[in-house]
C-alpha cells in the first residue's frame, strides 16, 4: 500500500509540473515575447469588434475585395490542413481551372502560382504582391477608384517576411480589405 500511495504523489507530482507547470511557462514567455501573436493577432474593426486574425485567411469573393489563395479546408481553421491530392490529380487539375477562369487569366496574362494553389494548411492569409496587382483593375472597377490608388495600397501594405533575406514580398489579404474599405 504504501509503494501504491507513493505512486500516486509521483503521478501528481509530474502532471502538476508537466501539465500546469510547463503550459504557465510557455504562456507566460509567449505573453512576455510577443503578445499579439500568443493571443491570436486578433483585428478589430472600426466598432470595436473582431473581424478576423493576421494569421488565417478568410473567403472574400465578391468583386470589390482581394481574394485569398484557395483553400482545401474551405477556410475552416478548425481543420486546417492540405489536400494531400497527388500533382496529376484530375480535381487539383479541375480546382487550378476553376481558379484560372474565375481570374479570366489567359496566356498573355497568366495567373500568379499562388492564386491558384492553395497553401500547405489552407489557410495562409497572405497573397504574393503580383497577386494582390493582378487582381487591381477589377477592384478599382467594382470600388470606382483609380487603378493606380489601389496600387499604392498594395505597396504600403507589402512586407518582405525574410528581411534582405527574401525579394518577394506578400501582403495580408484580411488587412488589405480593411484598408479597401477605409478608402
Given at each position: 500500500?504504501?509503494?501504491?500511495?507513493?505512486?500516486?504523489?509521483?503521478?501528481?507530482?509530474?502532471?502538476?509540473?508537466?501539465?500546469?507547470?510547463?503550459?504557465?511557462?510557455?504562456?507566460?514567455?509567449?505573453?512576455?515575447?510577443?503578445?499579439?501573436?500568443?493571443?491570436?493577432?486578433?483585428?478589430?474593426?472600426?466598432?470595436?469588434?473582431?473581424?478576423?486574425?493576421?494569421?488565417?485567411?478568410?473567403?472574400?469573393?465578391?468583386?470589390?475585395?482581394?481574394?485569398?489563395?484557395?483553400?482545401?479546408?474551405?477556410?475552416?481553421?478548425?481543420?486546417?490542413?492540405?489536400?494531400?491530392?497527388?500533382?496529376?490529380?484530375?480535381?487539383?487539375?479541375?480546382?487550378?481551372?476553376?481558379?484560372?477562369?474565375?481570374?479570366?487569366?489567359?496566356?498573355?496574362?497568366?495567373?500568379?502560382?499562388?492564386?491558384?494553389?492553395?497553401?500547405?494548411?489552407?489557410?495562409?492569409?497572405?497573397?504574393?504582391?503580383?497577386?494582390?496587382?493582378?487582381?487591381?483593375?477589377?477592384?478599382?472597377?467594382?470600388?470606382?477608384l483609380e487603378p493606380a490608388r489601389v496600387e499604392a495600397l498594395?505597396?504600403?501594405?507589402?512586407?518582405?517576411?525574410g528581411g534582405l533575406l527574401t525579394r518577394d514580398r506578400i501582403?495580408?489579404?484580411?488587412?488589405?480589405?480593411?484598408?479597401?474599405?477605409?478608402?
Amino acid at each position: 500500500m504504501q509503494s501504491f500511495l507513493a505512486s500516486i504523489r509521483i503521478a501528481l507530482a509530474t502532471m502538476l509540473i508537466c501539465v500546469a507547470g510547463y503550459t504557465t511557462a510557455v504562456w507566460a514567455v509567449a505573453q512576455a515575447v510577443s503578445p499579439d501573436t500568443a493571443n491570436g493577432s486578433l483585428i478589430t474593426g472600426p466598432d470595436g469588434a473582431i473581424v478576423g486574425s493576421r494569421q488565417v485567411a478568410q473567403a472574400f469573393t465578391r468583386p470589390g475585395y482581394f481574394w485569398p489563395r484557395p483553400s482545401a479546408v474551405d477556410y475552416n481553421g478548425a481543420g486546417a490542413g492540405g489536400s494531400n491530392k497527388s500533382p496529376t490529380s484530375p480535381d487539383l487539375t479541375d480546382r487550378g481551372q476553376e481558379m484560372v477562369d474565375r481570374y479570366g487569366a489567359t496566356p498573355d496574362n497568366p495567373l500568379p502560382a499562388d492564386l491558384a494553389a492553395a497553401s500547405g494548411a489552407g489557410l495562409d492569409p497572405h497573397i504574393s504582391e503580383a497577386g494582390a496587382r493582378y487582381q487591381v483593375t477589377r477592384i478599382a472597377e467594382a470600388r470606382g477608384l483609380e487603378p493606380a490608388r489601389v496600387e499604392a495600397l498594395i505597396r504600403g501594405a507589402a512586407i518582405a517576411p525574410g528581411g534582405l533575406l527574401t525579394r518577394d514580398r506578400i501582403v495580408n489579404v484580411l488587412e488589405l480589405n480593411l484598408a479597401l474599405d477605409r478608402l
